[in-house]
């Protein structure tokens, strides 16, 4: 099955413990990205990679590193994580290929940050 | 000025009204314009991809881009109960696989 897989789903830490939160997709994609959801702020990206060894900011970068070693990992760290980096985090990932509908995008299920 | 600018709702509608949802943005270099919809407790999905000016359609959606007003609308046709979920609106100045702006998203509630 074509999928997007995060992990942990759920972690509660505190701040300035560091922490990985994996994504890894299955399909071959070039394209991945990572993306934070908060409340009255909707999504804003990360951090996005078209290709193995090639990564680069989105609109709110800081606090965060990702590599891409490999085509299908995209990892996310928090070298050390603060209380305001407690949020929902989305992968995605899709083919460089233009788009032409839904069904080439792929969002993982979410991963829920509480940083105490 | 935010660079992407949209209405944050809520907005509830009864079955069958016609719904549209607009975004406005400040960027001119933005030529690719996405709309996703984001269920409760789900990973948002990709709905319409357009590119520069001009209308497309699939289904019951309509995107509308008018880049020399900055703004774009997504319509819905006949809704359903089944569509009430969160819109979001993205932006990008290279294509989608570049660096994403996205909206704030509003919620859509469609009433039976």
């Known amino acids: 099955e074509a999928q997007v897989t995060q992990n942990p789903r759920y972690l509660i830490t505190v701040t300035g413990k560091k922490l990985t939160v994996t994504c890894s997709q299955n399909m071959n994609h070039e394209y991945m990205s990572w993306y934070r959801q908060d409340p009255g702020l909707g999504l804003r990206q990360i951090y996005y990679?078209?290709?193995?060894?090639?990564?680069d900011k989105g609109d709110v970068p800081e606090g965060y590193k990702v590599s891409r070693k490999e085509k299908r990992n995209f990892p996310l760290i928090l070298e050390s994580p603060s209380p305001n980096q407690t949020s929902l985090y989305f992968c995605?990932?899709?083919?460089?290929?233009?788009?032409?509908?839904?069904?080439?995008?792929?969002f993982g299920p979410g991963t829920r940050l509480t940083v105490l | 000025q935010k660079e992407v600018e949209q209405d944050p709702g809520p907005l509830s509608v009864p079955e069958g009204a016609i719904v549209s949802l607009n975004c406005t943005y400040s960027n001119s270099a933005f030529q690719y314009f996405m709309w996703y919809r984001q269920y409760s407790r789900k990973g948002p999905e990709l709905l319409m991809y357009?590119?520069?000016?001009g209308n497309k359609e699939d289904g019951r959606f309509t995107a509308q881009v008018d880049k020399s007003s900055k703004y774009i609308s997504l319509f819905i046709r006949d809704s359903q109960p089944s569509d009430s979920a969160t819109y979001l609106c993205a932006m990008s100045a290279s294509g989608a696989n570049s660096k994403l702006t996205f909206g704030k998203g509003i919620t859509l509630s469609v009433r039976p």
């Open positions: 357009t590119y520069s000016s």
């Open positions: 995605a990932s899709w083919p460089l290929a233009v788009l032409a509908g839904a069904n080439e995008q792929f």
């Open positions: 990679s078209m290709n193995v060894e090639v990564t």
